[in-house]
């Protein structure tokens, strides 16, 4: 074990699936599939939300100690960052990042215990959908400031 308490490696993190979604478009429009109790990685029904997230804006970072969260970028685009804090993780230190948005419908599923947020990318405001196990509860929860926290992370636009 690094002993920098907050190490990162770039690459999956154990428990995060990324599933593609299924889209259904015709003349009256479009159909968006998010989550069905039929699905694998459906575990329970909590609540369900919808965030809207200007360009440029970060919201994160959170972590929910019990809630899987499942979301899906159904309008405009957004960056999901997760970071990897477990320390009995095989993933330990490690930092997903996934972009959604038309060029990518899918639906991030995050295991509890993971911090996690998504910065508004793109030029129009966008819209996150959130299918969780659990209804909110903000004593199960845990913030920090996108900007000024541990993480080895900066929310920046990078060139590759």
């Known amino acids: 074990m690094s002993s920098n308490p907050w190490p990162c490696v770039r ?3 154990a428990g995060v699936e990324v599933v593609p979604l299924a889209r259904i478009s015709d003349e009256r429009g479009t159909i968006h599939h ?3 109790h039929t699905d694998p990685h ?3 029904f909590g609540e369900i939300y919808f965030s809207s997230i200007h360009p440029g804006v970060v919201k994160g970072w959170h972590r929910h100690r019990d809630m899987t969260l499942n979301y899906a970028c159904i309008h405009g685009r957004v960056k999901v960052v997760v ?3 477990r320390e009995e993780s095989d993933t330990h230190g490690h930092l997903q990042e996934v972009f959604l948005g038309p060029d990518n419908y899918a639906l991030v599923v995050i295991p509890p215990d993971l911090w996690n947020g998504f910065k508004g990318i793109g030029d129009t405001t966008a819209i996150v959908a959130n299918c969780c196990t659990h209804a909110h509860d903000p ?3 845990d913030r920090m400031d996108p900007l000024a926290n541990p993480i080895p992370y900066s929310w920046d636009v990078r060139c590759h």
């Open 34 to 36: 998010m989550l069905k």
């Open 139 to 141: 004593r199960r929860s």
């Open 42 to 44: 459906f575990q329970q």
């Open 11 to 13: 690459g999956p993190v």
């Open 83 to 85: 970071y990897d804090c």
